[in-house]
């Protein structure tokens, strides 16, 4: 009489099951409008490992076959949700990410638009000082140009006039020392010669016989 009720309270745990996985599927289906990979990923490993740790349970009461799906559902409402929470703060971030570039988008395009205007508020502050400049002022001013000009290449010529008689100062000084110095030498040597000891030839060619003293026998 008892087998009914165990027949009962199994499939009633079948059932349960059952729905534990379809929660999971459900959570998966979710996940993946969101962002697939990580959402599956995480509900397959989930599942995988929730079979092994469900089967190893069920070995271990006789019921290898419920363990394993029991484990697997849960494994994979538990990987789903993490993978989901993965997701979603990935997509969090790149939101922020968006964010921060169209910040820097819109700061840099109003900066543009504020240097642009500032150059024809400029231009138009020049064309209305032009206005009021006389003609007068234009030629004094420009009459003040050419004088200094005309200064500036004077004070470069005396410069350079400056610096070309100081190279040629010092190539004079230069030549000078060495003329001194060849002078010198000159002199030492023409001393030396003049009482350097001469040999006395004549003497060396009186005392050889001459050809016509000298008679064959």
């Known amino acids: 009489m008892n087998h009914p009720q165990g027949v009962h309270a199994s499939t009633r745990l079948r059932r349960s099951l059952t729905g534990s996985i379809m929660a ?11 962002a697939p990979s990580k959402t599956v990923t995480g509900a397959g490993t ?32 538990i990987g789903g949700i993490v993978g989901l929470t993965q997701e979603m703060k990935e997509r969090k971030e790149q939101d922020r990410l968006a964010q921060e570039r169209a910040y820097q988008q819109e700061l840099a395009r109003k900066r543009a638009e504020e240097a642009k205007n500032k150059a024809l508020l400029d231009e138009e502050m020049a064309v209305a000082q032009g206005f009021q400049i006389s003609d007068l002022e234009l030629t004094e001013a420009q009459k003040k140009v050419d004088n ?3 200064r500036l290449t004077r004070l470069r010529e005396e410069r350079n006039a400056a610096l070309n008689k100081k190279k040629a100062l010092d190539e004079a000084n230069e030549k000078l020392l060495s003329t001194e110095a060849e002078i010198v030498r000159l002199e030492e040597e023409l001393a030396r010669l003049k009482n350097a000891p001469v040999e006395n030839t004549s003497a060396t060619t009186a005392s050889a016989p001459s050809a016509d003293t000298v008679r064959p026998n």
């Open 24 to 34: 999971g599927i459900l959570i998966c289906v979710a996940g993946c409008q969101v």
């Open 148 to 150: 200094a000009a005309t």
């Open 46 to 77: 989930g599942a995988a490992a929730g079979a092994v740790v469900g089967g190893l349970a069920g070995s271990a009461s006789g019921n290898t076959s419920q363990g394993v799906l029991a484990g697997a559902g849960a494994g994979a409402i």
